[in-house]
């Protein structure tokens, strides 16, 4: 089957560097995707990696590694807005994404 | 452009009431979601619809009907509302398979079975 291990929760200072990971289990693997969620809010699109290697967006950043199926997201000069959600998403097979249960990101001043 | 529009976006209902909860979007996106999201339990897929016409099964579908009857707008029912369809409920679109180009989230409807 598939599944999705993230950590349940991410503290860090306004400022600093934060990495969150996710390690996914599929029969096939077609992308990793990362979604930000605030309080109350809806899930956004922040990346979407289909291939190994970093790829960077301002300041996330979003990493593949397909051979040890882990990805992670660095959020990079933390500030307080940063503080959400972040879920991590694979396909199950080509048409619906299944998501992890998300970590909490807790931005400190 | 509004996106990914839900109605309502609060609704109380009695146990054993019916209920619709409308979606609807204006990006000419092919393919349709609705997830259920429970606190600690991540958002999981409840159906989803590949086209117009069409709709399938999620993870979590007992209990919940669907309908693409044109496709800009995907429905979800509740034929008889249950307390443990207390949730709060995201529909999606995206234009492309695998979530290439990232799902666009509707602002949720918030449901209180009672």
């Known amino acids: 089957g598939q599944s999705l291990e993230q950590p349940s929760e991410v503290t860090a200072v306004e400022g600093a560097i934060v990495q969150i990971n996710c390690t996914y289990q599929?029969?096939?693997?077609?992308?990793l995707s990362w979604y930000q969620q605030h309080d109350g809010g809806a899930p956004t699109f922040l990346s979407y990696?289909?291939?190994?290697g970093l790829e960077e967006t301002g300041r996330f950043s979003s990493f593949l590694s397909r051979s040890d199926s882990y990805g992670y997201l660095l959020l990079q000069e933390l500030q307080m807005k940063d503080s959400a959600s972040y879920f991590c998403a694979v396909p199950l097979n080509t048409d619906k994404l299944i998501f992890g249960t998300g970590t909490r990101l807790q931005v400190f001043p | 452009n509004a996106g990914v529009t839900q109605t309502p976006k609060f609704r109380v209902l009695k146990t054993g009431q019916s209920m619709t909860l409308l979606c609807a979007q204006d990006m000419n996106h092919e393919y349709m979601y609705w997830y259920r999201q429970d606190p600690g339990m991540g958002l999981r897929l409840i159906h989803y619809?590949?086209?117009?016409?069409?709709?399938a099964k999620g993870e979590v579908p007992d209990g919940y009907n669907v309908s693409r009857l044109k496709k800009q707008n995907f429905l979800l029912g509740l034929e008889s509302a249950a307390p443990s369809q207390t949730s709060v409920y995201f529909c999606a679109s995206s234009y492309s398979q695998r979530g290439r180009g990232g799902y666009t989230f509707g602002s949720g409807t918030r449901l209180t079975v009672v």
């Open positions: 990696n289909a291939l190994d």
């Open positions: 599929t029969s096939g693997f077609y992308g």
């Open positions: 619809s590949v086209g117009e016409g069409t709709t």
